[in-house]
């Protein structure tokens, strides 16, 4: 094998072993982005930008014709070409709420760490993804600690079924009572009437569990039935 060979091998196996560690990082959260497809993109990202940079001298001019080629021309590609990719995990819940955000920035982030090592860029695509992981983990662990109060907060949305209009006066104060910070608040009145549905946007610390405002609220009187739904 030539040197040239060897380095192209030594290129892919380094954006290998850097995309994989920004896909066990979503993995690890059960995103819809993981281990493979960070994989894939950072690989074939590295791939391109090598054969990018060497074709371009592949094509010497001569006395009549000038061929000059851009050695970043499928690399500026793959920038904008990744974007369907971070597109398809961009999810536009039912309560409005979007997530995925931070998965197709990573996206994005596996093509530009392919990209650099493809250009030997070595160190800077090693610390580039070292502060992937610490802008992702670290960064918002210490933000929850020491952060502003919004930032150690969670949302969490709410269903009840309340029976009788009367009730929905009281379960209100009862709610805020429960130190629950209510964002958004929505009724309507269902095919029964004799129930109500009241949907709500609260905001708890982000310590406290689902599973315990769920039972807080459902012993709340004139609640019927309650769904709750959290992203964390």
């Not at 074709?55 to 920038?79: C, E, H, K, W």
């Not at 309340?162 to 958004?184: F, M, Q, T």
């Amino acid at each position: 094998m030539s040197n040239l060979e060897i380095e192209i091998l030594m290129k892919l196996g380094i954006s290998a072993i850097l995309g994989l560690v920004i896909g066990l990082e979503r993995e690890l959260k059960r995103k819809p982005v993981g281990l493979k497809t960070s994989l894939v993109i950072s690989i074939v990202s590295c791939l391109l930008t090598i054969v990018s940079i060497e074709s371009a001298y592949m094509f010497p001019g001569n006395d009549d014709i000038n061929i000059t080629m851009d050695p970043l021309r499928l690399a500026a590609q793959i920038v904008s070409g990744i974007g369907f990719l971070g597109a398809g995990v961009i999810l536009r819940r039912g309560n409005d709420s979007i997530s995925g955000l931070t998965t197709a920035a990573l996206i994005w982030g596996a093509a530009g760490i392919g990209i650099a090592v493809g250009a030997g860029f070595y160190i800077e695509a090693m610390a580039g993804v070292a502060l992937l992981i610490i802008s992702v983990e670290v960064i918002p662990f210490i933000m929850g600690l020491i952060g502003p109060r919004r930032l150690r907060e969670k949302e969490i949305n709410l269903q009840l079924k309340v029976r009788n209009k009367e009730n929905i006066a009281g379960i209100i104060p009862a709610i805020k009572d429960l130190d629950l910070s209510i964002r958004h608040i929505r009724i309507k009145d269902l095919e029964d009437e004799h129930l109500h549905l009241v949907q709500l946007i609260v905001t708890v610390d982000y310590k406290r569990r689902t599973t315990d405002v769920y039972y807080s609220v459902s012993n709340i009187d004139g609640v019927q039935c309650m769904e709750i739904d959290s992203m964390q």
